[in-house]
């Protein structure tokens, strides 16, 4: 078995050749992408993890490049299907098989957790002990910590990762993508419904997100009380809800304002602990 140093250089390798346009399909190379999605799948390795548990800087997390690259590299190598199951006694046609395609009742067990009827889980996606993942979508390299609710119709792209004791709320969208950075849920999160967070917004511990908060890497994240301003990132409990802020108009008859998500208060660990959602969410 390779370990991850010797993963990344084999992977490295077989993406320059890929980005080439060359033959990179050798042996080693499929052999370490194949033990790569298994990992994956078994929560053996991550798409990005914290490096720096201190930090609140955006740099405490580390996007493993090599690990996104082997999914790509994955796709690309993989052929078309028939997938049992659709509707109607259909099929889906895909590249990527279920998660639990061949899992026994014993494995089941194992995992204790709970996935209702008409979850769609990717196979190289980690679902964490304690979880409940409702009718709902988990994409490929995605990581779920333990406790953690997926709520109805939510979707989380590829290559998120969820932190323990969060709660996706009904209809929310994590974005994702295998040419973005992953976004990034801490702990104890709570996402209110139809809100999305798009690739590459990291919301830190503890956040709580009204629902309706449309977040991308670029949306202003602005404190209420202080004005400080952030952008793909959302401090460690914080509490935000959509708001509106004033642009400039070449026409003077014009009121003009554009999109943001304000924090409206910051919280410390216990009462966010104590405090219903509710609660926390009236200014």
């Known amino acids: ?86 509707p109607q006694h259909g099929s889906w046609w895909d590249k990527t098989t279920s998660k639990f395609a061949d899992w026994s009742l014993e494995q089941f067990e194992r995992a204790d957790f709970r996935i209702v009827p008409n979850c769609h889980i990717r196979k190289s996606a980690f679902i964490s002990p304690g979880c409940v993942i409702m009718p709902s979508f988990l994409d490929v390299g995605v990581h779920i910590g333990e406790r953690t609710t997926v709520d109805t119709w939510a979707s989380v792209g590829a290559c998120s990762q969820i932190g323990s004791n969060v709660h996706l709320s009904g209809g929310v969208g994590i974005g994702g993508s295998l040419g973005a950075e992953p976004t990034i849920i801490e702990d104890h999160c709570f996402i209110g419904a139809r809100s999305e967070i798009k690739s590459g917004v990291w919301v830190g511990e503890g956040a709580v997100v009204s629902m309706g908060v449309l ?69």
């Open 1 to 86: 078995m390779l370990d991850r140093i010797e993963f990344s250089h084999v992977i490295g390798i077989a993406w320059d050749r890929f980005q080439k346009g060359d033959n990179w399909k050798t042996a080693d190379a499929v052999e370490a992408i194949g033990e790569v999605i298994t990992m994956l799948d078994d929560g053996r390795i991550r798409a990005a993890e914290r490096v720096d548990t201190t930090s609140n800087r955006q740099d405490a997390w580390q996007t493993n490049d090599w690990v996104i690259q082997a999914l790509q590299l994955s796709d690309d190598m993989a052929d078309f299907t028939s997938i049992s199951g659709g």
């Open 215 to 283: 977040i991308d890497e670029s949306t202003p994240i602005i404190k209420r009380d202080t004005d400080e301003q952030w952008t793909g990132y959302i401090p460690p409990y914080s509490v935000v809800v959509p708001g509106t802020i004033p642009i400039k108009s070449d026409q003077h008859d014009l009121e003009l304002s554009r999109y943001c998500a304000v924090v409206i208060k910051v919280v410390d660990a216990r009462t966010r602990g104590k405090v219903e959602i509710n609660d926390l969410l009236r200014g």
